[in-house]
Nanobody
Framework: VQLQASGGGLVQAGGSLRLSCAAS????????MGWFRQAPGKEREFVAS????????YYADSVKGRFTISRDNAKNTVYLQMNSLKPEDTAVYYC????????????WGQGTQVTVSS
């Protein structure tokens, strides 16, 4: 599956953004999806993931309660709603797919920049 992330931008602290990740192909609903981020000078880190059906989600502690991952299998799209953004959320955000939750993410989108100003 090929992935295209979008929706990043510049926002003030406390603001919101919604990222989208559009997938090509007819098998999107068979893949678990995840969001990751990489800040300058830091390693890529897990943000959130969602099962193929959308019923199971996981979040990094740093975003729990502020971010929500969701998916629309009819639109081949996964979303990341980000609220109460903080400057430390500044990073390039990537979406990725895996055969199931807990398996290796083997297809990655190109990334979208999120910048949160204080």
């Amino acid at each position: 599956v090929q992935l295209q992330a979008s929706g990043g931008g510049l926002v003030q602290a406390g603001g919101s953004l919604r990222l989208s990740c559009a997938a090509s192909g007819r098998t999107f609903s068979r893949y678990a999806m995840g969001w990751f981020r990489q800040a300058p000078g830091k390693e890529r880190e897990f943000v959130a993931s969602i099962s193929e059906s959308g019923y199971t989600t996981y979040y990094a502690d740093s975003v729990k309660g502020r971010f929500t991952i969701s998916r629309d299998n009819a639109k081949n799209t996964v979303y990341l709603q980000m609220n109460s953004l903080k400057p430390e959320d500044t990073a390039v955000y990537y979406c990725a797919s895996a055969r199931a939750l807990g398996m290796t993410y083997d297809s990655w989108g190109q990334g979208t920049q999120v910048t949160v100003s204080s």
